[in-house]
């Protein structure tokens, strides 16, 4: 019962649950050095396989996570108590340094605090179980917005992070590409370094595919090929070159992935990789371009950002 993992796909949705007598051997900390996941292998089909997320060494524990290790130590340790019947006392949840600047309610209003958290996690599973086209947004806006407006809710502070997370994903749903961009581009240029330390993490990785097949949809978007309702914000108005940005972010994550060769999700980034090596193997983009190319985007993220904290307007 209580090692049970859950079942993914290559870009880590949810599709069950897996029973495995040997990764079930693992245990379960927040702060984990190895993943668990399912890879196609060929030949034999499909294989459960832990992987570490950093050097891990001879005689340490490999540890996994059995929940979101992002979210503050006491939405951590009710989940593990509900679900799993143990007080979690890994070193992430007894180390004080941490817990004092973001795993606890603000010293200032705890119960202010807590009552506002508490609303946006109902608004963010509200969001999941709505299956309207417009629903999943509003509500999802509505709670970046009113932990925003606390001033208590850093970027990278959860739930405020899941819920842009998941307003990317609805915004693709709307057809707001731009818009879904812009968040993308928040998360993965402010957020994931600080709540995936690991640079291979893969909800990291993944967020950094999604960013990248964001900017050439947007991209290609442009020569008509698809109907687009009018968009809420227009990045083409900034000048950015994005099949640049593109490459760049294409080519990085392939660096990344380069020595993973069984997992699905590293296949498909070689593939697309392969697909566009044409136009970015012999002229790649260099850090100082990307970075001057990314500077172009900051007035468009500047606004999204600004028009959180007001509600209603423009929303
Ligand atoms: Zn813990």
Sequence with gaps: LVNCFTLVSPCYDPLGIVLHPLAAL????????????????????????????????????????????????????????DRYFFTCECSKCLDDTLVKKEDVPHPLDPEGHLAIEQRAFDLLAAARKDTSITGPV??????????????????????????????????????QLHHAFLHA??????????????????????HQWLVAALI????????????????????????????????????????????????????????????????LAGNPVGREEFLQEADKLRVCVKRVLKEELV???GS
């Design 26 to 81: 693992a245990n379960h900390s927040c702060d984990y050095n190895a993943v668990v996941r399912v890879e196609f292998h060929w030949p034999g089909g499909h294989r459960l396989k832990v992987r570490a997320l950093r050097p891990i060494a001879s005689g340490e524990e490999i540890t996994v996570s059995y929940i979101d290790a992002t979210t503050p130590r006491h939405v951590r340790q009710r989940e593990l108590q």
């Design 138 to 175: 509003q509500k999802l806006k509505y709670g970046i917005h009113i932990l925003r407006k606390s001033k208590a809710w850093p970027l990278h502070r959860q739930p405020l992070a899941s819920l842009r997370q998941e307003l990317v994903v609805s915004l693709i749903a709307a057809s």
């Design 185 to 206: 581009w928040i998360q993965y240029r402010c957020v994931d370094q600080i709540i995936f330390p690991e640079r291979n993490h893969p909800i990291r990785l993944v």
């Design 216 to 279: 050439r949809r947007v991209d290609i978007s442009k020569y008509g090929r698809e109907d687009l309702p009018l968009q809420q914000y227009n990045i083409f108005n900034l000048q950015a070159n994005l099949h640049r940005l593109f490459g760049y972010v294409l080519c990085n994550l392939r660096r990344k992935v380069k020595d993973d060769n069984f997992g699905d999700f590293a296949a498909m980034v070689r593939r697309t990789y392969f697909r566009h090596s044409g136009s």
């Design 311 to 313: 509600w209603g307007d």
